[in-house]
């Protein structure tokens, strides 16, 4: 019998937890990070499907329940980026919306490290060494959920450990579709293992409530940006 996408899913976060085990970090004592798409279903009947990359958690978390309480800014923002991008990818108007908690349901959300230490920030080489860790289990949970769209929320150089790109993928990655910048701050796009993948900011930052959002939108109106789209999604 076949299973699910949740329980293969739930195999894989198991299948980390061993790998954390070996490199003798105590999980009995440190909570698990459980993410994944909040409803498989709603997720996947979604169309682009997007998938963001966080670094890692600060609270007990899993996508099917983090809406119990207030939405945070970082949830808020999530969602912003998510409607905005499948709005100017499908040629819809961006209009006004309020019920973050249903629209939740279609989101992917996955971190890099998959324990909360409840550190207020983890460093980028302990994010990386995580990512290096349960690389080959990150890209299965990746390919699992099946997204059209990447975001990597602080997370591109933990993507590119993941993907173990060759050297003439690391040249096309290189060559990006669209760069927006502003006062140093820089939103990128390029393609990947047939996705688009975006190098983006960590979505709880407070300039991520207009400024991001204004350059994800110059981003996805770029002509190269749209025509990789449109590429992509014919041999989707």
């Not at 990818?89 to 992917?108: H, M, P």
């Not at 994800?216 to 989707?236: C, D, F, G, H, P």
Request: hydrophobic share 40%; net charge negative.
């Amino acid at each position: 019998m076949n299973k699910s996408l949740i329980e293969q899913n739930d195999d894989l976060l198991k299948e980390i937890q061993i790998l954390y085990e070996n490199e003798e970090i105590d999980l009995s004592v440190i909570e698990s990070t459980w993410d994944g798409p909040s409803d498989w279903n709603a997720y996947m009947k979604s169309f682009p499907r997007i998938l963001f990359i966080g670094k890692e958690a600060h609270s007990s978390f899993n996508p099917s329940d983090s809406l119990k309480r207030e939405p945070s800014r970082f949830i808020k923002n999530i969602v912003k980026f998510d409607r905005l991008t499948k709005a100017i990818l499908n040629k819809k108007e961006v209009d006004d919306f309020e019920d973050i908690k249903s629209y939740w349901q279609q989101i992917a959300l996955i971190e890099i490290k998959k324990i909360n230490e409840e550190k207020k920030r983890s460093s980028e080489s302990d994010i990386k060494k995580h990512a290096w860790i349960a690389r080959d289990l990150l890209a299965k949970q990746i390919n699992l959920i099946s997204p059209h769209i990447i975001f990597c929320l602080g997370t591109i150089e933990s993507y590119d450990i993941i993907n173990n790109f060759s050297e003439v993928e690391k040249l096309e990655f290189e060559m990006c579709l669209g760069i927006e910048e502003y006062e140093k701050r820089k939103v990128r796009c390029w393609i990947s293992n047939n996705k688009l993948v975006i190098d983006f900011y960590h979505a709880s930052a407070i300039i991520a409530d207009e400024v991001f959002a204004t350059l994800l939108e110059k981003l996805l109106r770029n002509n190269n940006v749209q025509t990789a789209y449109k590429q992509l999604m014919s041999i989707k």
